[in-house]
């Protein structure tokens, strides 16, 4: 099993910034891509950011010069460092990571979700 765990999430104003983290655990081999998406209410899931294990980097064109997202491959964490945020950015954020457990078999796991909220 691979968990993730999210962190970060809350309410701020428009205009101000948050920090989300995610920490896998579990029996991970090697970690792919890790990434974060967001569903707001009544919306689809869709992708905010990715980043592979060499460090390229994919952003969804709403999130591009706003969002960073990063990660520690030592701890197996990401990162997603959001700036000028908008009321329009009010979701869940989900984490999602890809890789291969110790066993060889591949895997896809999903966090919890944090909600942010972001005040007009």
């Known amino acids: 099993q691979v968990q993730l765990v999210e962190s970060g999430g809350g309410l701020v104003q428009a205009g101000g910034s948050l920090r989300l983290s995610c920490a896998a655990s579990?029996?991970?081999?090697?970690?792919?891509?890790m990434g974060w998406y967001r569903q707001a209410p009544g919306k689809q899931r869709d992708l905010v950011a990715a980043?592979?294990?060499?460090?390229?980097?994919n952003y969804a064109d709403s999130m591009k010069g706003r969002f960073t997202i990063s990660r520690d491959n030592a701890k197996n964490t990401v990162y997603l460092q959001m700036n000028s945020l908008k009321p329009e950015d009010t979701a869940v954020y989900y984490c999602?990571?890809?890789?291969?457990?110790?066993?060889?078999?591949?895997?896809?796991?999903w966090g919890q979700g944090t909600q942010v909220t972001v005040s007009s």
């Open positions: 999602n990571a890809r890789g291969i457990k110790r066993d060889y078999v591949m895997f896809t796991s």
């Open positions: 579990g029996s991970i081999l090697s970690m792919n891509a």
């Open positions: 980043i592979t294990g060499g460090g390229n980097t």
